[in-house]
């Protein structure tokens, strides 16, 4: 009995034993395992620290290319790209709440959204852009100013988001809308005061584009997978602390984008005529450009409703609708980021005829997707459209910065933005009604006609201009050549027929330098007032 108990007792000491072994190798196991993964977790926090870094040097060595770091262009694409990610990850906490686009709602909420983007545009056209052509001496602060209100807009909204405070939250996403609108046109008028010698004013602004639509591409997604992970109320968070972030930034920028306000009399004493006769007296060049924008923009509003009801009645046979969509709207994304970058490889390709190739590339393209519609002629209109709608903006803008002066750039930046809003809005309300009864070969055929009228009419208007103009020089050069001409007076000028010395052919953009004709001289340079370029 004894040896009995005496070999159980060894039995169960040699198995704990035995446990106690296992345990501890299990341990030590763990333990490296542990260490192991340590490892792995902080090579992998090393790389992704050092893969940022590189990222970041990359891409400052781009932003701050031919000599945009010295002018102040460099630092105004960060922050216009910095800008980009607030909007986006704003966006992509509300997508759920308000602006969520409702395609399989009644066409008459789509037109309701359609009519509720139109009020940022009516508020920056009449109101704030002459706020910020007042306060020219501290664009930066006011720059600032609207980077500091979305910050502070963001943080009611965050708050209201989940007791559902639509009066809350609908008013401010509104307001915030408005101050993004109020940045862009402020960034837009202190563009030539930024410009590098080597950068022409396409190209700058495609730059700012391009790094604005990859930053926001980059966003949307890590801004809708934190909002369905965390919450919309965190994403808004931390829009908050990024424009806060953003606004300091914005006053850091160099001095030089401030410039003097000027008062209400010229240099020679005599008032400046008024502030809104100026502004819509912008010139054949800009009127031009704006109207071919305007055109581009209507057809864009028209492509995107039209189309994305044609897929949700089946009426664009070839793809189920949710791919059929998702296939378009890629077209429409490739479009946008190709025009930007194609605007920034043109700079030495004058912006009218840009506006005007873009305007004839959709015209000729829609009238080809009419005659042979199916799925993949509606994605080519869609790819170029967007192609259209990003490059022709740019000119457009280019063509704003150099013709028009500084007293009522902002002004007339507002004024253009509100007339492309509205075009678009227009457009997407054709689409609609267009969508509920017509084919896709019958609303395209319509816009073919509206776009190449449109084209038509701006070549015979710049022919003609172009005339007069020829008209203009030749009677300047008539008398200086004939025989029996008037002779020069004193200083050498020649007397037109009304007895005034014929100082200037035609008018350059504002602030620029214009020729001074002499008898028998070299021209020389005599620098105009920064007024708006009335003729073009």
């Known amino acids: 009995m004894a040896a009995g108990w005496e070999r159980a007792r060894k039995t169960v000491g040699d198995a704990s034993r035995w446990v106690g072994e296992a345990a501890s190798a299990a341990g030590r196991t763990a333990a490296r395992a542990g260490r192991g993964t340590g490892r792995v977790t902080a090579k992998a926090g090393r790389g992704a620290v050092s893969g940022t870094q590189r990222a970041g040097r990359a891409a400052r060595r781009l932003t701050h290319a031919q000599g945009a770091g010295r002018t102040g262009l460099g630092q105004l694409i960060e922050l216009t790209a910095a800008h980009s990610v607030g909007d986006a990850l704003v966006t992509a906490a509300l997508a759920g709440t308000l602006f969520k686009l409702p395609v399989n709602e009644a066409r008459g909420q789509v037109a309701l959204y359609l009519l509720i983007t139109m009020i940022p545009f009516v508020v920056v056209a009449p109101f704030v852009g002459p706020v910020l052509d007042r306060f020219r001496s501290g664009r930066r602060f006011v720059m600032a100013g609207t980077l500091f209100g979305r910050g502070l807009l963001c943080f009611a909204m965050a708050a209201a988001i989940v007791p559902g405070d639509v009066f809350t939250i609908f008013p401010a996403a509104l307001a915030v809308l408005v101050l993004s609108k109020a940045y862009n046109v402020s960034r837009a008028a202190i563009m030539p005061s930024v410009l590098p010698a080597d950068i022409a004013l396409v190209t ?114 070839g793809l189920p609708p949710v791919v059929a969509i998702g296939v378009l709207g890629a077209a429409a994304g490739i479009g946008g980021l190709a025009g930007t970058a194609v ?5 030495n390709h004058s912006p009218q005829v840009i506006v005007l190739g873009t305007l004839a590339l959709t015209t000729a393209i829609t009238i080809l997707a009419a005659v042979v519609f ?24 280019a063509i704003v910065q150099r013709e028009i002066g500084e007293e009522v750039r902002s002004s007339t930046f507002g004024v253009v933005e509100a007339f492309l809003q509205i075009a678009w809005v227009l457009g997407g ?11 896709g070969t019958a609303g395209l055929a ?39 001409g008037p002779h020069p007076t004193a200083n050498g000028e020649r007397p037109s027929s009304d007895g005034t010395p014929e100082e200037r052919v035609g008018s350059r953009p504002a602030g620029t330098t214009t020729a001074v004709v002499h008898h028998g001289d070299p021209p020389t340079e005599k620098r105009t007032r920064p007024l708006t370029n009335p003729h073009g």
């Open 343 to 347: 605007a920034s490889w043109v700079r």
């Open 374 to 397: 199916q799925l993949w002629s509606a994605v080519a209109v869609a790819l170029a459209a967007a192609f259209a709608q990003g490059l022709g903006k740019l000119a457009l803008d």
């Open 204 to 317: 700058a602004n495609a730059r700012v584009a391009l790094f604005a639509l990859v930053a926001a591409g980059v966003a949307v997604p890590i801004g809708a997978g934190a909002s369905a992970w965390l919450g919309a109320e965190w994403v808004l968070r931390g829009a908050t602390v990024l424009f806060l972030f953003q606004g300091v930034l914005a006053v850091r920028l160099p001095r030089h984008i401030d410039s003097p306000d000027l008062d209400e009399l010229d240099d020679e004493g005599e008032e400046r005529p008024p502030r809104w006769r100026t502004m819509l007296n912008v010139g054949p060049v800009v009127t031009e450009a704006m109207h071919a924008n305007v055109a581009i923009r209507l057809y864009s509003g028209f492509l995107l409703f039209y189309l994305l009801f044609l897929v949700q009645d089946k009426n664009l046979p």
């Open 446 to 484: 319509v816009m073919s006609v509206v776009l190449a009228g449109s084209l038509g009419w701006l070549l015979v208007r710049r022919r003609g201009r172009v005339k007069e103009v020829d008209a203009r020089v030749e009677a300047a050069r008539g008398p200086r050549h004939s025989p029996s």
């Open 429 to 439: 309300l054709v689409g609609l009604w267009l969508s509920l009864f017509a084919s």
